[in-house]
């Protein structure tokens, strides 16, 4: 269950980002003149996707409540009484209303309609934010700064969703690149200072180095390190593909924004496993009672009978911090000969492999 929750998570942040991206076509000045053409069907499949994969994770509790009770008395306590219950609730209302619109409304393509539709998208956002670590802990202030870090990566990974897999080959690249790279900076800008404040609401920083014995402080690391890929083609694509195109305007852009798509899948598949995971408040209590992070007992070879983090650099250390420069040395060069994109994110996920072993090698438990 816990496996099917977090594909479930990554799955409702995608939804939620193709129907930012679907509406936001229209507004963008760098897409309001491409062709790209998304159906209320598949609006409609998104907003049920949304609906329904927020739910999963009410279905463990539902049932553990229903061994003491009938079904339907399990299933209207976590609706009625329960924080995440109350949240799906209301979520669920937002997307009957949202799908009532979609399916009423006569043109999809017109702006007034896409204005209406991110207004949808923002109060998905809110009901998301609503059952957050977040907002579990920090009520209205939690609720409000998670929602607004998922509508600015919905609004910033929903937009390339549709250039990359949706746009017509006709689709002039160099026009995009020029008018929506200063968005996806402002929505970059806003998805960092935002996940800044989200973690300091789950992580103190005095301890951070700490979290890292258990599971969430794990998971945050890899988001951390699979961050500075996503610089690197956000350059890329943002500035030297500019240039390229430029020189050479038959240069074809969308396998290289692909690239960087799936990058962001794997930073939204970490989101979903930090959502399943218990914030490290309280860390002794928390290796008291789930024990250690499990990825530090098949990686760690030292002693694990320690609530504090050091570091001891040695000859491994670097070796590993060598490779994983070597590794993102080489995204870079497989960008600047023209080789195919996969190799450069084959590169990048050495670069996150090589720089957790560093990571391995230099710390002691104590």
């Not at 001891?312 to 911090?321: E, K, P, R, T």
Request: net charge positive; charged share 10%.
């Amino acid at each position: 269950m816990f496996y099917l929750t977090i594909f479930t998570e990554t799955f409702l942040y995608l939804c939620l980002a193709f129907l930012a991206g679907s509406f936001l076509i229209r507004l963008l000045p760098a897409t309001s003149s491409a062709n790209i053409r998304i159906s209320s069907n598949l609006q409609l499949t998104a907003i049920g996707g949304i609906a329904l994969f927020a739910f999963m994770p009410l279905i463990q509790l539902i049932s553990h409540i229903a061994q003491r009770s009938t079904l339907g008395s399990a299933f209207e306590t976590v609706l009625l009484s329960f924080r995440i219950g109350n949240a799906w609730l209301f979520l669920f209302i937002i997307c009957i209303l949202f799908s009532i619109y979609i399916a009423f409304v006569q043109d999809t393509s017109r702006k007034q309609t896409a204005w209406v539709g991110m207004i949808f998208v923002c109060f998905a956002a809110i009901g998301v934010g609503w059952s957050s670590h977040a907002g579990s802990l920090q009520g209205i202030p939690g609720v409000l700064t998670h929602a607004v870090h998922l509508f600015a990566v919905s609004s910033w990974v929903g937009t390339l969703m549709m250039v990359c897999w949706f746009s017509p080959k006709s689709i002039s690249w160099l026009h995009f690149i020029k008018s929506y790279h200063p968005f996806a900076m402002a929505c970059f800008a806003i998805v960092v200072l935002s996940g800044i404040l989200l973690a300091q609401f789950t992580v103190d920083f005095r301890q951070y180095g700490d979290a890292l014995l258990v599971s969430y402080g794990q998971s945050l690391f890899f988001k951390q390190l699979f961050i500075v890929p996503l610089l690197v083609y956000a350059i890329f694509n943002g500035i030297w593909m500019k240039r390229r195109l430029q020189a050479d305007a038959s240069f074809q852009a969308r396998p290289w924004i692909r690239v960087e798509f799936f990058i962001i899948m794997f930073i939204l598949l970490l989101t979903g496993v930090m959502n399943e995971q218990s914030p490290p408040l309280h860390i002794e209590n928390l290796i008291a009672h789930s024990g250690y992070a499990p990825i530090l007992n098949m990686f760690y070879a030292g002693a694990m009978d320690g609530l504090r983090i050091g570091l001891a650099l040695d000859g491994s250390v670097f070796f590993f911090i060598g490779l994983a420069l070597a590794c993102l040395a080489a995204s870079i060069y497989t960008f600047k000969t023209r080789r195919h994109p996969a190799l450069s994110y084959l590169a990048s996920l050495l670069f996150v492999v090589m720089g957790y072993f560093a990571f391995i090698q230099s710390i002691v438990i104590n």
